[in-house]
T-cell receptor, first 111, second 115 residues
Framework: TQLLKQSPQFLSIQEGENLTVYCNSS?????LQWYRQEPGEGPVLLVT?????EVKKLKRLTFQFGDARKDSSLHITAAQPGDTGLYLC???????????FGSGTRLLVRP | NAGVTQTPKFQVLKTGQSMTLQCAQD?????MSWYRQDPGMGLRLIHY???????DQGEVPNGYNVSRSTTEDFPLRLLSAAPSQTSVYFC??????????????FGAGTRLSVL
């Protein structure tokens, strides 16, 4: 059973389009992180959100943590080919260091 | 800074063979963990350690052993490899501190095939 469900699983869009990736759960998380992974490499942290309703912006990427801390979204504005990769959400359910990962969203941005 | 180093990068095993995946970090991090990544399943935690001499099981520990004799090293041992252990394995490390804001640094992975 996947505690964190990501949608969509795959996304292929044209350069310049906008997109949103969702990370949903029925469980409450104390914090949630988004990672990006490129082929042949390990995941790299993009952002951490810890407060319900929190919104963080990283250039063209906007991250939101749901008010109830059960879900999160990643919005990319004017996608570029360099945004291509696997996007993973990961959450912590308590004060431990253990991370629970979602199944990932594979994004392809065509030039 | 090397960060988190995993060796080997690729490995092919026959069913029943044993092997050790190596992981070393040079950031003096207390927390280290091993994940496996399979298509469509994200990363699943195998074992983790909160410091030298302390290890614990994650979501999918069966068939794997770990030990943590030093802060720097956290090897993962496959005792008797099975085809179901074909996967990409990632080691990660992070410092202690506020868990909610903890950043995990990942190695480049070991791609393992068990025939």
């Amino acid at each position: 059973t996947q505690l964190l469900k990501q949608s969509p699983q795959f996304l292929s869009i044209q350069e310049g389009e906008n997109l949103t990736v969702y990370c949903n759960s029925s469980s409450v998380f104390s914090s949630l992180q988004w990672y990006r992974q490129e082929p042949g490499e390990g995941p790299v942290l993009l952002v951490t959100v810890v407060t319900g309703g929190e919104v963080k912006k990283l250039k063209r990427l906007t991250f939101q943590f749901g008010d109830a801390r059960k879900d999160s979204s990643l919005h990319i504005t004017a996608a570029q080919p360099g945004d291509t990769g696997l996007y993973l959400c990961a959450g912590r359910m308590d004060s431990s260091y253990k991370l629970i990962f979602g199944s990932g969203t594979r994004l392809l941005v065509r030039p | 800074n090397a960060g988190v180093t995993q060796t080997p990068k690729f490995q092919v095993l026959k069913t029943g063979q044993s092997m050790t995946l190596q992981c070393a970090q040079d950031m003096n991090h207390e927390y280290m963990s091993w994940y496996r990544q399979d298509p469509g399943m994200g990363l699943r935690l195998i074992h983790y350690s909160v410091g030298a001499g302390i290890t614990d099981q994650g979501e999918v520990p069966n068939g794997y052993n770990v030990s943590r004799s030093t802060t720097e090293d956290f090897p993962l041992r496959l005792l008797s490899a099975a085809p179901s252990q074909t996967s990409v394995y990632f080691c990660a490390s992070s410092s202690a501190g506020i868990a909610a804001k903890n950043i995990q640094y990942f190695g480049a992975g070991t791609r393992l095939s068990v025939l």
